[in-house]
């Protein structure tokens, strides 16, 4: 267990050093999200329920390392904060908000999910593991590229976040299809299965749309019309 905390109460009366304190912590929130998902992910590949073992804890964690990080920004400047600061602790609460909503759906949807598949010992269809595999794999992807808008604020970044998001709702679209083209077809380990892979990918989705959001008040920021964008991108 790391005791380190960035969180300083000496830093409390200059904002710009607690904020930054804060930042860093919010981010080792999201190194426990991608380390949880990368377990749950290795879980489902493997049908190896020990790798499931860990995630209650790092839900733990994550839980408690939020909730610090809400109370310590609040306490941030009590004798107001310019503007820009404002914003920042703002986006940071939001942040450790989010990313506590995915460790609650990994912890409560996803882990029970895998859990419940290795034990009654069924076996996805080849096509459905691949689907399932990618989407992991996508959205693994973006918990680092979140991380990473968190921390620079890139706009173009920001932006590929949100073109991610439609991206992830594609393929879990394509999937649900797929999956249910292979249920009228009768197979039988589709059938066994289809819960379970209906369950995760709604999951999965749910996990992207909450990381997609950190995007939002940066793009906000440059003025950034998202949804042009994302009518271009579809056009």
Avoid: C, W
Avoid at 35 to 57: F, G, H, T, V, Y
Avoid at 58 to 85: M, P, T
Avoid at 114 to 129: E, H, P, V, W
């Amino acid at each position: 267990e790391n005791n380190h905390s960035y969180l300083d109460s000496h830093d409390l009366d200059q904002p710009v050093a607690a904020l930054a304190g804060a930042s860093r912590e919010v981010l080792l929130v999201g190194d426990l999200i991608e380390l949880m998902l990368r377990q749950a992910s290795e879980a489902m590949r493997d049908s190896d329920a020990a790798k499931l073992n860990d995630i209650s804890s790092l839900e733990g964690r994550v839980d408690r390392l939020q909730h610090e990080i809400k109370v310590y920004v609040s306490k941030v400047g009590q004798n107001g904060l310019a503007r820009k600061d404002q914003r920042r602790a703002m986006d940071i609460v939001e942040y450790a908000i989010n990313l506590e909503h995915i460790g609650d759906i990994i912890e409560k949807g996803i882990r029970p999910e895998i859990a419940k598949k290795i034990d009654l010992g069924l076996r996805f269809s080849d096509d459905g593991k691949s689907e399932l595999e990618r989407l992991f794999a996508v959205t693994l992807d973006n918990i680092r590229m979140a991380q990473s808008v968190f921390a620079t604020r890139n706009a173009d970044l920001a932006r590929r976040l949100v073109e991610v998001k439609e991206d992830v709702r594609r393929l879990e679209k394509q999937s649900s299809e797929s999956h249910l083209q292979r249920l009228r077809d009768g197979r039988v380990d589709s059938i066994q299965t289809s819960s379970v892979h209906l369950d995760m990918l709604r999951d999965l989705k749910r996990i992207n749309a909450h990381l997609a959001a950190v995007a939002h008040p940066i793009l906000d920021e440059s003025g950034l019309l998202i949804e042009s964008r994302i009518r271009q991108a579809a056009g």
